[in-house]
Every structure is written in structure tokens, then in C-alpha cells.
């Protein structure tokens, strides 16, 4: 009564939730062997940092408490005989495995498991219910936890879970459940069977190539392996992941120290080279703006290559294509009361079809000045106003891989890409002779939403 012949059930206690920058503070294995014999083993470990007064509230592991505890260092052999061989189980296994591959990272050393995450195989296997964190799963099937946000006290939890399950399921269903999740890629014939083990763990882009210089796909992960595996699957996601599967001669990988390269470098590989497959991820060309510059006429429709990035005022958006645009300015029309024909939505003679259902507060009978109506629909749109950009000049940020010890810089000037480096010199390169600045509203979009999580390096005008 087991999915597989070794089990780990793991737990991590950590001072915070990212594992690139938090450590952890305590392990708890608990490792089932041809689904009889246990074994447990936990530790107490010393993050080499001061453990938040929040997280000693929450898991009662104190400062006074790790003082004297190994540190990872000395306890990673150990974690790493308990792991060997087995299918390593947790919930929200993400965090934990992450927390345990950044710490070998900082050792030099890799680390890699066969994954189940109990909060996924719950929702597969009890989709009815809507939560599936640890407390929702103990509640729900009654399960006891003497320690609870103590590391070994989860792990039994889990334990428990899991034998729970093969008592209330058929054992085919939880089986089939299981190996659907760890099942893997099923390769194409025409790839060498050891295609995975070059493509590495890591950031990056990866480009799907037939027998012809251009690709046929372009993806992005911030695991190239896992999300290169995925398009194989047996059960083809998609219709395209099965024409790929047929098509596929070769796979290209470009490596990143992080998500924003990744993103950076998957958005331009696109554009330019127009893979066959990327329908949806192509439209990115065809992003707009709304232009409220003239209040006696309807939004003008701007494209990228229409907008001076240092003067973005009256500008509102970014929107995938004209076709969203409209379809926003109705959605706020119906809520405002703004006019059809003010707004360009319709062309007619007279009152709109809304002020004719009373829906309109009448710019188009005069009932209500352009100035007035523009000034309306500023205001509803002032949250979708394009931003000017925050710095004197030109930024790079840093990304940074500990698997990989890769690091990254980016520049970007007037929400302009220039360029990235992984070297001194590139980087030197780009600062000196830097590429004539091509105003994207794509780059536009991912800066807004990752300049405000990433360290930024403002550099000498």
C-alpha cells in the first residue's frame, strides 16, 4: 500500500518564505520503505541569522533555541542519505524542495527529488473542496498533529494523510493519481533519450526547432527542464503540444539568471522571429494605447512604435490589441454613463443607442460638454494611465541564479530594454555604445510590474 518503494515526508521550518534569501531553521523527514517500514529523523538547524519575532510566534522555534544547532553545512549529508531514493513528498512541496536546493546551492551542490506535493494530489483527488492547506486537510479528514509548524510533527501529518487516503479510496485511484503527477515526459522518438539531462534547471528560453531555421516555438520558465518536459506529456495538454511532439527535431536552450531575462529575452526572440506556434504570445506586436490627448475627439489608438517614451502624459494602458481596448472602453462606458459616439464605439447622427436607453449622460446631444465628458473618462481610466519613468537616467538591475552561480544585469532607460550582460565586459559595451532606445509597451508592462520587486542600480548620467 505505497505508490512507490522509498517516501520521504518532509517538512522545513525557514525564517521566511523566500528561499533565496531565508534559511531554515528546522528538518523533518519521516521515510517509509516498501510501505511498512518508518524511520524519523529531525534536527533543529542554525540559520546563521536572526529568526523574525513573527516566525518565533508561529513555529516556537526561538534564537535561544538554534544557538547551538548545526548548521546546514553540517547536517547535509545526513538530509541527503534520509532523501536518496526516495519520492519526496510535502505540501506546497515548491516551497520546501526550494528552500532544500537553494541551500545545497550554497553549498556547491545539487540537489534533485522526484516530487509530490500532497496539496495538488489533494485537489485532484477531492476537488469538490475549494481549501487544501495542511489545517483544511487536518479538519476535513479528522487527521491528528501533536506539533503542528513543528517540521517533524508535519511530516507525520502527511504520513497520515496518506494512509487515510488509501483507506477511503479505491488504491487504483489514489495510484493513478500519484503517477499521472509524477509521470514523465514521454520524449519524442525523433530526440536522443538523454535530451532532458542537458537542458538544466534553471531560468531561461527554450526554442522548439523542425527542419527549418526558424522556430517553431518559443517558451519560457523559470525551470527549463520541468516546462520543456511538460509540452511531452502523455496526455497532451494541448493540440499544439501534440503537432510539436510530431514536428520537433531539435530544442535550443538560452539560459538567464532569472525570471525578468527570461521574460525579456522570450518577448523579443518572438517578435522577431515570428514562431509558427506562438498565436497568442505574437498579438504582444499588436499591444495599444489609448491616447486622450484631444478631448473633442474619440481615443486614438497608439502602437509602440508611435510613443515617445518621455512623454507618456495622456497616455492609458498598455491593451494586447485594439479589439481589448474597445471592448475596456465599453465595459467602463456601461458604468459611467459615458457616451458611445463620444467615445467611438459607434458612428451615427444624433443621440447614441445608450442615450437612447438612458445610459448616456449625453455628450452627444449636448446634454454634456466634451471637456466635462473627457474629464470623466480620465478619471475612470486614471488607474490605467502609463507611468513616466521614475529615474533621472539610465538603471540596471541585478539577477541572480544561486543554482547556477549566474548573474544577469539589465539596462533600461525611458522603460527601454538596452541590453543584458553576464559579464563585465557586455556590460561595458552596452553602457558605452548603447542601442538606440525602441519603445515596447510588452517591456513596458513586465517593468511596471517587476521594477518594484527587484533591486535597482541607478548608474551616472
Request: aromatic residues 8%; neutral net charge; glycine residues 6%.
Amino acid at each position: 500500500m505505497m505508490f512507490a518503494p522509498a517516501v520521504a515526508f518532509v517538512d522545513l521550518e525557514t525564517t521566511g518564505t523566500a528561499a533565496a534569501d531565508d534559511r531554515i531553521t528546522e528538518v523533518g523527514i519521516l521515510r517509509v520503505d516498501q510501505g511498512e517500514h518508518v524511520s524519523e529523523w529531525s534536527t533543529l538547524i542554525d540559520p546563521e541569522c536572526s529568526i523574525p519575532s513573527g516566525i518565533q510566534a508561529l513555529t516556537g522555534i526561538t534564537n535561544a533555541m538554534v544557538a547551538n544547532a548545526p548548521t546546514f553545512r553540517e547536517v547535509a549529508g545526513e538530509i541527503l542519505s534520509r532523501l536518496a531514493g526516495c519520492v519526496f513528498v510535502a505540501h506546497n512541496a515548491r516551497f520546501d524542495y526550494g528552500f532544500l536546493k537553494h541551500e545545497f546551492a550554497r553549498l556547491g551542490r545539487a540537489f534533485t527529488a522526484k516530487v509530490l506535493c500532497t496539496v495538488k494530489l489533494s485537489r485532484r483527488l477531492y476537488p469538490e473542496y475549494a481549501c487544501h492547506n495542511l489545517d483544511a486537510v487536518i479538519d476535513r479528514h479528522g487527521l491528528t498533529c501533536a506539533a503542528r509548524h513543528r517540521a517533524l510533527g508535519d511530516a507525520r501529518v502527511l504520513w497520515e494523510f496518506v494512509r487515510w487516503l488509501y483507506r477511503q479510496k479505491p488504491e487504483h485511484e489514489v495510484d493513478d493519481a500519484v503517477i499521472r503527477m509524477l509521470k514523465r515526459a514521454s520524449i519524442p522518438p525523433q530526440l536522443g533519450s538523454d535530451v532532458f539531462d542537458t537542458i538544466p534547471e534553471a531560468p531561461g528560453v527554450y526554442l522548439f526547432y523542425g527542419l527549418n531555421a526558424l522556430p517553431l516555438y518559443i517558451g519560457k520558465s523559470i525551470n527549463l527542464r520541468e516546462r520543456v518536459a511538460s509540452h511531452f506529456s502523455s496526455d497532451y495538454r494541448s493540440v499544439n503540444d501534440l503537432r510539436l511532439s510530431a514536428e520537433i527535431r531539435r530544442i535550443e536552450i538560452q539560459q538567464t539568471a532569472g525570471e525578468l531575462g527570461a521574460l525579456l529575452r522570450e518577448s523579443r526572440l518572438i517578435k522577431t522571429l515570428l514562431p509558427a506556434y506562438n498565436h497568442r504570445l505574437r498579438m504582444r506586436q499588436d499591444m495599444v494605447a489609448l491616447s486622450l490627448s484631444d478631448e473633442n475627439s474619440a481615443p486614438d489608438y497608439v502602437k509602440s512604435t508611435a510613443i515617445d517614451p518621455s512623454a507618456l502624459e495622456g497616455l492609458y494602458g498598455p491593451y494586447a490589441s485594439r479589439a481589448r481596448a474597445r471592448a475596456m472602453l465599453r465595459d467602463v462606458a456601461r458604468q459611467t454613463r459615458l457616451c458611445w459616439s463620444a467615445l467611438g464605439l459607434e458612428r451615427r447622427n444624433g443621440p447614441c443607442f445608450a442615450r437612447q436607453v438612458e445610459r448616456c449622460a449625453g455628450a452627444c446631444v449636448g446634454a454634456e460638454t466634451h471637456a466635462v465628458h473627457a474629464a470623466r473618462l480620465r478619471e475612470s481610466l486614471a488607474s490605467q494611465a502609463l507611468k513616466s519613468w521614475p529615474y533621472p537616467g539610465t538603471i540596471a538591475v541585478r539577477e541572480s541564479d544561486l543554482l547556477t552561480a549566474r548573474t544577469d544585469v539589465h539596462l533600461f532607460r525611458n522603460w527601454c530594454w538596452l541590453g543584458s550582460a553576464s559579464d563585465d565586459a557586455a556590460l561595458q559595451d552596452i553602457i558605452e555604445s548603447p542601442p538606440r532606445p525602441e519603445f515596447d509597451l510588452d517591456i513596458y508592462r513586465l517593468l511596471v510590474k517587476h521594477l518594484q520587486r527587484l533591486p535597482v542600480i541607478r548608474l551616472p548620467a
